[in-house]
T-cell receptor
Framework: AQKITQTQPGMFVQEKEAVTLDCTYD???????LFWYKQPSSGEMIFLIY??????QNATEGRYSLNFQKARKSANLVISASQLGDSAMYFC?????????????????FGKGTKLSVIP | DSGVTQTPKHLITATGQRVTLRCSPR?????VYWYQQSLDQGLQFLIQ???????AKGNILERFSAQQFPDLHSELNLSSLELGDSALYFC???????????????FGEGSWLTVV
């Protein structure tokens, strides 16, 4: 089974509107972390936001917020007030395992991504 | 700027050849991860090093190897290259342990490898 599922291969949003990118995950580990990354056409992978499984509040970073619904195993990214520069691929990723395991291995499992296009 | 530096940014080489990709992690980060991004496989974890020692292995081919040096930079060696090895190779780094370990993982800009 896929550990990270992004069901929207492509999305369009009007400039200045908000958009939600979907991500569902599958893990039996009680301790995990969820990440969103942005990959513009130039190729670099830009860290946007992180949510830990034990975090009580949804993560926010500027115009990015993560709608974390633990029971539904979803971690949707919300981008408010979309800008033309937001056009990119967006990847959801998961790290399984405790944060405080000493020198742990925090490898990420990625979804297939969603291509977001912002329309002027 | 993530603080993770990768060189070279672009590389074109022939089948059967060997290349070395280099990564300098963010200052203070002890863990280095290598990922491969290809059109058919997506983003895949290859290998992780922590403070010079191999920590975890993913879908890394036997033709590929890596190491992390005392100054914490890492190199990914790809040998007997095949057309299918053409991909974007990322290095990522994290603190490795402590409170922020595992919640801040930054990627470099990647090394584009084209095998012809």
């Amino acid at each position: 089974a896929q550990k990270i599922t992004q069901t929207q291969p492509g999305m369009f949003v009007q400039e200045k509107e908000a958009v939600t990118l979907d991500c569902t995950y599958d893990t039996s580990d009680p301790s995990y972390g969820l990440f969103w990354y942005k990959q513009p056409s130039s190729g670099e992978m830009i860290f946007l936001i992180y949510q830990g499984s034990y975090d009580q509040q949804n993560a926010t970073e500027g115009r990015y917020s993560l709608n974390f619904q633990k029971a539904r195993k979803s971690a949707n990214l919300v981008i408010s007030a979309s800008q033309l520069g937001d056009s990119a691929m967006y990847f959801c990723a998961m790290r399984e395992g405790p944060r405080y395991s000493g020198a742990g291995s925090y490898q990420l499992t990625f979804g297939k991504g969603t291509k977001l296009s912002v329309i002027p | 700027d993530s603080g993770v530096t990768q060189t070279p940014k672009h590389l074109i080489t022939a089948t059967g050849q060997r290349v070395t990709l280099r990564c300098s992690p963010r200052s203070g980060d002890l863990s280095v991860y290598w990922y491969q991004q290809s059109l058919d496989q997506g983003l895949q974890f290859l290998i992780q090093y922590y403070n010079g020692e191999e920590r975890a292995k993913g879908n890394i081919l036997e033709r590929f190897s890596a190491q992390q040096f005392p100054d914490l930079h890492s190199e990914l060696n790809l040998s007997s290259l095949e057309l299918g090895d053409s991909a974007l190779y990322f290095c990522a780094s994290s603190v490795g342990e402590g409170e922020s370990a595992g919640n801040t993982i930054y990627f470099g800009e990647g090394s584009w490898l084209t095998v012809v």
